[in-house]
């Protein structure tokens, strides 16, 4: 029933130098390429995958479920493009999961970049957009994410968005085959909108 999943609630965030958007079956070979080109680099930081999970009938079944749950409202997957001299590029993922309603209000974000555009400030710029867009468009009330304690860039990305450190639990999340210790940041409405909107502005 692959036509019943063809609407895509997931909206298209644009910014000063990227484009989010959900991704496309046409988007297979770049992201295949960037994940296998990427797969040292982004390794320590994920769970286990193997070139089995490249495969374009996994891929296919990832727009399948990103599609079902974008029309719940319970996740939006997003693709980071950048122009590259009139050029698209894919150079990594944003993640909104695990949205809850009524008294919660909150979800998890999380992201990914590519090896070669690691360090431009691109995430940065693409989380940003993401958060203004998790408050102002899904109106939720907080958001949360979870870093490894040596993974300093992620740090910078979440502080230069508003997060703040909010504890540290341990054995947190597999990552490439063990439990891993992670360190919780968090970022409440309150504090976007006296603090990191009025900055934006």
Same mark, same amino acid.
């Given at each position: 029933m692959l036509t019943w999943f063809a609407r895509d609630d997931t909206p298209?965030?644009?910014?000063?130098?990227?484009?989010?958007? $959900?991704? @496309?079956?046409? =988007?297979?070979a770049a992201w295949q390429s960037l994940r296998k080109s990427s797969r040292a680099f982004l390794k320590p930081f994920e769970p286990?995958?193997?070139? $089995? =999970?490249? $495969? @374009?009938?996994? /891929?296919?079944?990832?727009?399948?479920r990103g599609r079902q749950e974008a029309? %719940?409202?319970t996740d939006f997957t997003f693709f980071v493009f950048f122009d590259d001299g009139g050029v698209e590029r894919l150079a990594g993922g944003v993640t909104l999961? #695990?949205?809850?309603?009524r008294a919660a209000q909150f979800a998890t974000l999380g992201y990914?970049? !590519?090896?070669? /555009?690691? !360090?431009? %400030?691109?995430?940065?710029? $693409?989380v940003g957009l993401v958060v203004a867009h998790a408050f102002d468009g899904l109106l939720l009330h907080r958001l949360h994410a979870a870093f490894l304690p040596h993974n300093m860039a992620s740090r910078r990305v979440l502080e230069k #968005? !508003?997060?703040?450190?909010?504890g540290y639990a341990e054995n947190y999340l597999q990552i490439d085959g063990k439990w891993a210790d992670h360190v919780l940041f968090g970022l409440t409405r309150e504090r976007y909108e006296t603090v990191i909107k009025q900055a934006r502005r």
């Open positions: 298209v965030l644009v910014g000063s130098r990227v484009t989010l958007r $959900a991704p @496309r079956a046409v =988007d297979f286990r995958w193997t070139e $089995a =999970d490249l $495969a @374009r009938s996994v /891929y296919r079944e990832r727009l399948r029309l %719940g409202g999961s #695990n949205i809850r309603r990914w970049m !590519g090896e070669p /555009y690691a !360090g431009r %400030g691109l995430m940065t710029e $693409a #968005n !508003g997060f703040q450190e909010e």
